[in-house]
């Protein structure tokens, strides 16, 4: 540990001066017979990276759909910016601030960079069918509005030489830059991150890093992330939550959490 | 070469995102429009219009519409020609009750009616996707078709079944009926088609053109981003039949005359399904192209022999149109599965950097 890096009592007194931004309480989410998610409680507080890990079919990815409102959970309760939620959708969730990226790359492979991005500012842009037949005047004026926009997101990416490529033919790691892209396009206040790094190379990594860190301290969005390189999510997040066959075994600071009993057990395995 | 960009530079979003952000392709189109509207209408006969000319753009309308709905939002339909009947028989019907009305807003009336009947019959496509709801639109196919032989009411109760245009004018100047010339119904159509073709390119470009894209390349993506599915897919089932309902008018009012109800019949949704497919899905222009293939190149085909001097029997001449057609189908499949839109895309690219390979 470096002499800058904040000690555990700083990291823990920096998240309790925070608002909580969605709170989960006991939620339960089944597939018929099978559990995918029991009775789990935490919370995501403004500003912060909170990382979600756990081993496969833990139920981390189902957590990320019950958050965007993909799947209706049985049982508890959500609250998001100090609104209950009862049923949620998916194009509503996105309206309230909440954008994801998912774990296979879910770009729109026909489209170009740009068009991506600029689809992820569709439920921002109002202008009727009308105007959009001439292309002129308001319609005009908010296309090009919101073109700034995306361009700001570009740089801020660093993709500004793939702007007019068809997604389907660009690389990886570049692929889930966009999708970042998009999901910053929407101007979230929670940015679900499923597994931003999978399959990449240690430099993709790296830049995937920086841009999520830059995320979080310059747009102040707050990041919830789904990852398996623990490297990754020690040095990212503020805090970790751990999930086990979809139950919360630990949540804390990444130094708590690592020094966790349960939590080793769950990732090395236990002799029984 | 001809299409050199260096030296036009783009310091605006505004220019950047201008039609033609290119100056040869307005150029391009500026000769083409000229041909359209000036060059043609002074060489053309009668036969050029009615057989070439007005054919080609009702086509070429109609597969713009079914390109919107296939092309653009993803959704398979085998109901076209249906939905063309809708526009064709709500225009008889609109001008029937309302004699005294101007024909060309009778026409853009007409495209409601059809847009609504595309509406309803898209309602399955928020349950099931591809072939399956290629098989939905084909109930539609088979039950506009009945419902136009059977409700008598369509046909204003004719003894022969079929709607036949009356003599209308605008202005004193006939348009419709058997005593209309061909160059005002010509300029009517080519009109029509330019405005609803000018509308189109710009609703695809802009939010609507990317919202639907964003359907077809994946719906549950696109529903993370905030697209609502239901309005997505519905808005494009009523462009597109609102387009496709026009293109069915004109085809009765400016070219044909007079309809029966298998005339909108399955092939002719085939033909369409053709035009667009070999065209180039997701794509405006390639509308043009196909027609031109499909429905311009058999008529030319056909008069081959004569203008060469050769005798070959019409019904020899027939089947060897036939097998042209379809090596020729083949082969731009083969040579470019992504249509006729795509290949010229190609080549514009290879012009741009001519004479450097990439």
New interface residues.
């Given amino acids: 540990m470096s002499v800058m890096d904040p000690t555990l009592e700083e990291v823990k007194r920096k998240a309790e001066g925070r608002e909580v931004l969605l709170d989960l309480e006991n939620v339960s989410l089944s597939f018929g017979g099978v559990k995918a998610i029991t009775n789990i409680s935490f919370n995501i507080k403004k500003g912060e990276i909170r990382a979600i890990i756990g081993p496969n079919g833990a139920g981390k990815t189902s957590m990320l759909n019950v958050i ?1 409102g ?1 799947y209706q959970p049985q049982e508890g309760v959500i609250t998001f910016n100090g609104e209950k939620r009862r049923s949620m959708k ?2 509503l969730a ?2 309230q601030g909440i ?2 990226t ?1 774990q296979n790359v ?6 170009s960079t740009l ?1 991506n991005i ?3 500012r ?2 921002r ?1 109002k ?1 009727n ?1 009308l105007w ?4 002129w005047g308001p ?2 004026r908010e ?2 509005e919101h ?2 926009k995306v ?1 700001e997101i570009i740089d801020f990416l660093e993709i500004q030489h793939i702007r007019r490529t068809p997604v389907g033919t660009l690389p990886y790691g570049l692929q889930k830059r966009v999708e970042l892209a ?1 999901a910053l396009a ?1 101007e979230p206040e929670l940015l679900l991150l499923d597994e931003p790094m999978a399959g990449m190379n240690l430099e993709e990594k790296e830049d995937m890093s920086r841009f999520i860190l830059d995320v979080n301290d310059q747009l102040g969005t707050t990041i919830a992330l789904i990852e398996h390189d623990m490297g990754v999510v020690m040095d990212l997040s503020d805090r970790v939550v751990v999930l086990d066959y979809g139950r919360k075994i630990a949540d804390g600071v990444p130094e708590e959490v690592q020094s966790n009993p349960e939590v080793i057990d769950a990732y090395l395995g236990v002799s029984h | 070469m001809f299409y050199r960009t260096s030296g036009q530079f783009k310091t605006t ?2 220019s950047d ?1 201008a ?1 033609f952000p290119i100056k040869q392709d307005m150029i391009l189109l500026v000769v083409i429009l000229a041909a359209m509207y000036v060059i043609f209408p002074m060489f053309a006969s009668e036969f050029t219009y009615k057989a070439l000319l007005v054919p080609v753009l009702i086509y070429s309308l109609a597969s713009l519409g079914l390109n919107i709905l296939t092309g653009y939002a993803g959704q398979l339909s085998l109901g076209t020609a249906g939905f063309m009947g809708v526009g064709a028989y709500a225009c008889y019907k609109i001008t029937t009750i309302f004699p005294e009305m101007n024909i060309v807003i009778a026409l853009f009336l007409s495209g409601f009616f059809s847009a609504a009947v595309g509406v309803a019959f898209g309602l399955p496509s928020l349950r099931i996707k591809g072939f399956y709801l290629a098989i939905a639109t084909l109930a539609s196919q088979f039950f506009l078709v009945w419902l136009f032989e059977k409700w008598a009411w369509l046909y204003n109760y004719n003894a022969s079944g079929a709607i036949e245009v009356r003599t209308m004018d605008i202005f004193g100047l006939v348009v419709t009926g058997p005593t209309a010339s061909p160059v005002v119904q010509y300029y009517f159509v080519l009109g029509i088609v330019s405005v609803v073709t ?3 390119i ?2 695809t ?4 053109g ?2 639907w ?2 359907v ?3 719906d ?10 239901m309005r997505a897919k519905l ?1 494009a089932f009523a ?1 597109s039949s609102y387009i496709v309902g026009i293109a069915g008018a004109m085809m009765v009012f400016f070219w044909k005359g007079a309809a029966e109800p298998n005339l909108f019949d399955i092939p002719m949704s085939f033909q369409i399904v053709f035009i667009a497919i070999i065209g180039g899905l ?1 794509s405006v222009m390639g509308n043009f192209l196909g027609a031109i293939l499909i429905v311009a190149l058999p008529v030319v085909l056909n008069l081959l022999p004569e203008l060469l001097g050769l005798s070959i029997g019409s019904a020899t001449m027939e089947h060897v149109n036939v097998m042209v057609i379809g090596s020729l189908i083949i082969m731009f499949l083969i040579v470019e599965p992504h249509g006729l839109a795509r290949f010229w895309a190609l080549i514009r690219e290879k012009l741009i950097i001519w004479p450097f390979p990439h």
Avoid at chain 1, 132 to 135: F, N, P
């Fill in positions: 965007n993909f998916p194009h996105v309206s954008a994801r998912f879910a770009l729109f492979k026909g489209m068009d600029m689809a992820g569709a439920t842009m202008q069918m959009q037949m001439l292309y319609a005009q296309e090009i073109r700034k361009e998009r929407m | 979003y505004e995102q039609l000018f509308a189109m710009n609703l470009r802009g939010r609507y990317r919202t894209k964003a077809r390349d994946m549950i993506a696109a529903e993370l981003v905030g697209i609502n599915l808005s462009v997701g």
